[in-house]
């Protein structure tokens, strides 16, 4: 007698998804300090000369769009690693997990990325909310 399965097999990521966790979490919290870089000294080099301390307020929207922007693909590279960790793993607690295969481990880094380079990038963006674009870069 034929008997049905009741599980289904489990699809393994694909190598350009596992990738995606490390490179986009890497690549978006370089390109925000090249922005906030590129942003505070195109607003505020004009006014430097003339001894005002001030910026357009579009350079500080300009700030927060593309910081949010990175930090929201930043979290979705972190969604995925994550799952494509949990897929890869038997583990089922991250304080406990090992990266056993090359796969699991790449899916693992890119947690671990995503976060720690997340946190880099709000710290980055925080004091746009307390200081003035300008008055910052001093």
């Known amino acids: 007698m034929a008997s049905e399965s009741t599980t289904r097999p489990v699809s393994l990521p694909t190598p350009r998804r596992v990738w995606f966790g490390v490179i986009a979490s890497a ?3 370089f390109t925000v300090g090249i922005a906030e870089m590129l942003i505070t000294w195109r607003a505020c080099l004009h006014n430097e000369e003339f001894g005002n301390a001030t910026s357009h307020p579009g350079a ?3 700030s927060f769009v593309v910081s949010f922007f990175l930090l929201g693909l930043m979290a979705a590279a972190g969604w995925v690693s994550y799952s494509n960790w ?3 793993s038997r583990q089922r607690s991250l304080m406990e997990a090992e990266g056993r295969g090359s796969h699991e481990f790449i899916a693992l880094a890119g947690v671990f990325f995503s976060i720690t380079l ?3 990038m709000v710290w ?3 004091p746009l909310f ?3 674009l300008c008055v910052r870069v001093r």
Do not use: M
């Open 86 to 88: 949990r897929r890869l």
């Open 124 to 126: 980055i963006s925080l």
């Open 130 to 132: 307390i200081l003035r």
């Open 60 to 62: 500080t929207t300009a």
């Open 27 to 29: 690549t978006a919290w």
């Open 118 to 120: 997340g946190a880099g």
